[in-house]
């Protein structure tokens, strides 16, 4: 019993994105809130020219992080998002099994009809006496020396 519980223990563990990813999420959201609240008390500010001024530097201080905090979250989810790509690749692929077998079917019914079309030819080409002239292209007989159509050597 105390064995499955390790077991069960070290695979969740193994499931369990790395903890700066819990960091870089708390950070994420502090930046995020920071951005926005700098940004409304850039408005908030009185009208002389100082206090302008500083209401520009609120203003552009509360963009950045906003912004920074977006990216740091975009970053802190990737491993969810990846994960839920994936279940749904894999839901998609499980809904979806029978008709991807019939398609792969059909395919290679498709591919072995083309195959032996193709082989057929190969070997018709290799028992047949023909030959092309190497100047004008047309079909001439194995054995000619001179091209019956544009007269050049072979």
Known sequence: ???KNQTNEQNNNQNKPP???LALKIVAGILVVLGIVLFIMSFTIGDSFEAEASSMGLRFGGIVCFIFG???MFVAFT?????????TQ?????????????????????SKDAVKTVAGAVK???????MFCKHCGKEIDKDSKFCQYCGKEQ
């Open 1 to 3: 019993m105390k064995e």
């Open 19 to 21: 903890k700066i990813f």
């Open 70 to 72: 977006l990216f740091f």
């Open 79 to 87: 491993p969810n998002i990846q994960k839920t790509m994936i279940k």
């Open 90 to 110: 894999k839901h998609i692929l499980n809904e979806n099994k029978e008709d991807l077998k019939d398609i792969a079917d059909t395919s290679a019914d498709v």
């Open 124 to 130: 018709d080409g290799l028992t047949e006496e023909k």
